[in-house]
């Protein structure tokens, strides 16, 4: 069975820092494009950022390029996320997914980031 | 990167049939075979229903259909089930560097 577990969410102050970690197991990690996808409270979804196997395909939102980092670590069954200049704007369930032609089929259960002072 | 178009909220009664559309333009959907139908229920994560526009993933019933005319894609729901009412949520790849989520469609089972 699939199972992609989020984690390091939590509350963090306007302009701060935050590092999200998706942990696989049940997949062969390496062998998936993977994915970040958020949903504010109440809100869609949106996609957020893709990487691929061997990281040398990054894809970002507008919305969130030039401050937030995907990156994975093929040996931990990791995925990472960097968020950096937090914005309540970032405030969501941030959720990790597999990613194949554009289509996320496994989903994690999501980490809560709150921004606010 | 804009997001597509879905109405907020369909509605029908056990056993009837609803369609669900996403509009978008000619450079995303219009231009795309990779459209996908997600369904997420209060406090779970999204669950894909559709991909490739029409294509299901084992499991999902073939109540659930997909098609794509232009630039709008559709979700259709036959014989509708209690268990149908979630949210739903069209996306489709824009070029090759994004992904646009629809804004989301609350089917509710009347």
Known sequence: ?117 | QSALTQPPSASGSPGQTVTIFCTGTSSDIGSSNYVSWYQQHPGKAPKVLLFEVTKRPSGVPDRFSGSKSGNTASLTVSGLQTEDEADYYCTSNVGSSSVAFGGGTKLTVL
């Open chain 1, 1 to 117: 069975e699939v199972q992609l577990a989020e984690s390091g969410g939590g509350l963090v102050q306007p302009g701060g820092s935050l590092r999200l970690s998706c942990a696989a197991s049940g997949i062969t990690f390496s062998w998936y494009w993977m994915s970040w996808v958020r949903q504010a409270p109440g809100r869609g979804l949106e996609w957020v950022a893709t990487i691929n196997q061997d990281e040398s395909v990054k894809r970002y939102a507008d919305s969130v390029k030039g401050r937030f980092t995907i990156s994975r670590d093929n040996a931990k069954n990791s995925l990472y996320l960097q968020m950096n200049s937090l914005g309540g704007e970032d405030s969501a369930v941030y959720y990790c997914a597999t990613e194949e032609y554009f289509r996320f089929d496994h989903w994690g259960q999501g980490t809560l980031v709150n921004v606010a002072s």
